[in-house]
């Protein structure tokens, strides 16, 4: 069993003799299948490389295979066959891992030079992605700019244990300036310097505005746009007077 000759011997048939003789059949033991391990993650792809047992000359013969220490993964899976006897046909053990968990990667998007968040965070979970790579990106808010696009560890590692935070920093855009003007109706006289309302760094935030005493005139009506939004094109605001009645002026002539 398990074995092939090699070669007839020459005297395998003959005649006794008065001397002793030997009759030599040498054998050699058959070729097997190969044993090769195969080493997957849960999902059936290959996370090292295999390791082949060659089965030259070893049909019948006890194999052991190895259980491998793989960084970032843990063993899950022994199969039934992790050591055996080389037969005829090839064989595969498959030892199955599954991969470790990591820290969460947190991003956050915040006003620069504040702690005010200006998008939702966003959590990057670490769940069975020991030693895997993240990347992040900054977020698209309206009205306003990304200060720092790459920061230092926008891509990495999951880490091991613990969160690790990316931090985006991010500033209003600018805004057209406003423009209050406060002008005699009908004729559109000014009467009193214009009030301009920056708008550098204000896009998409709220202004208000209001009325002067101005002295002799009163307001016809307030202007429909006192209050609004910064716009990225410029806004006047018009608040129109008149001037106020007054007691009329009688001239009489008398005598003495």
């Not at 309302?197 to 009325?211: D, I, V």
């Not at 009163?218 to 106020?244: C, D, H």
């Amino acid at each position: 069993t398990d074995y092939e000759l090699v070669a007839q011997p020459s005297n395998k048939n003959g005649t006794f003799l008065s001397t002793p003789q030997t009759v030599i059949y040498e054998y050699r033991r058959k070729p097997a299948g190969d044993v090769t391990s195969v080493y997957v993650d849960e999902g059936g792809n290959q996370i090292d490389i295999l390791e082949t047992q060659s089965g030259l000359g070893k049909l019948g013969l006890p194999y052991t295979t190895t259980r491998k220490t793989i960084p970032n993964y843990t063993l899950v899976s022994v199969p039934s066959n992790e050591n055996g006897t080389f037969v005829p046909g090839p064989q595969t053990v498959t030892y199955v891992y599954r991969r470790n968990d990591a820290g969460n990667v947190v991003v956050h998007h915040l006003e620069a030079g504040t702690t005010t968040s200006v998008a939702p965070n966003e959590t990057l979970s670490g769940v069975g992605k020991s030693g895997m790579t993240y990347t992040t990106s900054p977020a698209s808010i309206t009205n306003y700019t990304v200060v720092n696009a790459t920061p230092i560890d926008h891509t990495g590692t999951y880490p091991n244990s613990g969160q690790r935070d990316v931090y985006y920093y991010y500033t209003r855009d600018n805004a057209a300036d406003v423009t209050v003007k406060y002008v005699e109706q009908g004729t559109g006289t000014p009467l009193s310097g214009d009030d301009v309302l920056g708008g550098t760094n204000k896009l998409g935030l709220p202004y208000t505005t209001t009325e002067k005493n101005i002295t002799d005139y009163e307001l016809v009506a307030q202007p429909s746009n006192k209050n609004g939004t910064f716009l990225s094109t410029p806004q006047t605001v018009i608040y129109e007077y008149r001037r106020k009645p007054a007691g009329d002026v009688t001239s009489v002539y008398v005598d003495e």
